[in-house]
């Protein structure tokens, strides 16, 4: 699939439909739809679907979180359609967050990932991430969450 052909907007409360189905088709512990509802009302401009040919094949959801170390990106969740997935998507997606981050001044960025995704894990790495630590029983199976993490150049 050509980059071309893919649009990246932000997320709009009629896309909810479609995200919940790609939610519950890509993990097992999906969120709800209020979960949904409740992150596009608190960070619609972090929030982001991905488009081909009108129909959505993925999304990405962000937030910020405050430290005192400085403000930090959180990417929340992301997945891509089964039949689209390993076509670049989710790194438009990512990129996306990214640039919103920055324009925000985040000074990283930050995500968990089950320890058992490895394939999320080199699709993290692949685009700067580093594992920082690891949360023991983080998912509600106890699961542990690698966490990885990426600066953002300050300019």
């Given at each position: 699939m050509a980059e071309g052909s893919v649009k990246v907007r932000r997320a709009r409360i009629g896309d909810i439909p479609s995200i919940v189905a790609i939610e519950r088709e890509s993990f097992v512990e999906p969120w709800d739809t209020d979960t949904f509802h409740m992150?596009?009302?608190?960070?619609?401009?972090?929030?982001?679907?991905?488009?081909?040919?009108?129909?959505?094949?993925?999304?990405?959801?962000?937030?910020?979180?405050?430290?005192?170390?400085?403000?930090?990106?959180?990417?929340?969740?992301?997945?891509?359609?089964?039949?689209n997935r390993r076509k670049g998507i989710g790194q438009l997606l990512v990129r996306s967050v990214e640039r919103q981050f920055r324009r925000e001044t985040a000074v990283s960025i930050i995500l968990e990932v089950r320890f058992s995704n490895t394939g999320a894990q080199r699709f993290?790495?692949?685009?700067?991430?580093?594992?920082?630590?690891?949360?023991?029983?983080?998912?509600?199976?106890?699961?542990?969450?690698?966490?990885m993490m990426k600066g953002l150049p300050v300019f």
């Open positions: 992150t596009l009302d608190w960070y619609p401009m972090l929030f982001y679907v991905a488009v081909v040919d009108e129909a959505i094949v993925g999304f990405l959801s962000g937030a910020f979180e405050d430290t005192p170390e400085g403000r930090y990106g959180h990417i929340c969740n992301i997945a891509v359609t089964s039949g993290y790495s692949d685009l700067g991430y580093q594992q920082v630590f690891v949360i023991q029983s983080y998912y509600s199976n106890g699961e542990d969450a690698i966490v």
